[in-house]
């Protein structure tokens, strides 16, 4: 599968951007999930959501003001990110995982297929 991350930008803090993510070759899989990376971290999870069912999973440094969707008709999944905050800048990436299982949702290894990554800056 063949994942394309676009809409990052550049925002200030309290800002709004909505990411997306869109599949081709095959469905996401299991689980959907968006990570997160800059040069001083390793890739760190945010948020996931199960294809079928639309179950949704949060970091709790995200909770509340990101929300993630999917359009199953598109095979597209969104990430909606609010009151953004310079410490969420980041390259953001999606992935996709047709074995991928609950318990490995929120770790880079449960993972097979990753998107380009797309960048946001926010500024304070």
């Known amino acids: 599968v063949q994942l394309q991350a676009s809409g990052g930008g550049l925002v200030q803090a309290g800002g709004s951007l909505r990411l997306s993510c869109a599949a081709s070759?095959?469905?996401?899989?299991?689980?959907a999930g968006w990570f997160r990376q800059t040069p001083e971290k390793e890739r760190e999870f945010v948020s996931s959501i199960r294809w079928s069912g639309g179950q949704t999973y949060y970091a709790t440094s995200v909770e509340g003001r990101f929300t993630i969707s999917r359009d199953n008709a598109k095979n597209v999944v969104y990430l909606q990110m609010n009151s953004l905050q310079p410490e969420d800048t980041a390259v953001y990436y999606c992935a996709a995982d047709p074995n991928v299982i609950l318990s490995n949702i929120r770790s880079v290894l449960g993972y097979k297929y990753w998107g380009q990554g797309t960048q946001v800056t926010v500024s304070s």
């Open positions: 070759g095959r469905t996401f899989g299991r689980y």
